[in-house]
């Protein structure tokens, strides 16, 4: 069956950092496109970051560039979210994709706070 399992989310403070991971199996990992979104509630889920099949093209939503770093292993079949400099508002439940929305894994908390 395809599982995607994040891990890494916690307690952070302001300007810390964070590395998340998910990892994969039950498909060919490196025929996917893999995204980061995240949502924090009541809101929708928002695109964070995605790297195409073998990691040659990314994209970060404007409010993360500069501070996260989107990466895969596909080897390990492993995608990585590295998130440097928090802020409050990256509160959020983060959460892995593989394709267009095809999987999603069950998120993983992520808190920023003082």
């Known amino acids: 069956q395809v599982q995607l399992v994040e891990s890494g989310g916690g307690l952070v403070q302001p300007g810390g950092s964070l590395r998340l991971s998910c990892a994969a199996s039950g498909f060919t990992f490196s025929s996917f496109t893999m995204s980061w979104y995240r949502q924090a509630p009541g809101k929708g889920r928002e695109l964070v970051a995605s790297?195409?099949?073998?990691?040659?093209?990314?994209n970060y939503a404007d409010s993360v560039k500069g501070r996260f770093a989107i990466s895969r292993d596909n080897d390990k079949k492993t995608m990585y979210l590295q998130m440097n400099n928090l802020k409050l508002e990256d509160t959020a439940v983060y959460y892995c994709?593989?394709?267009?929305?095809?999987?999603w894994g069950q998120g993983t908390q992520v808190t920023v706070s003082s």
């Open positions: 790297i195409s099949n073998f990691g040659g093209r990314t």
């Open positions: 994709s593989a394709g267009l929305r095809t999987y």
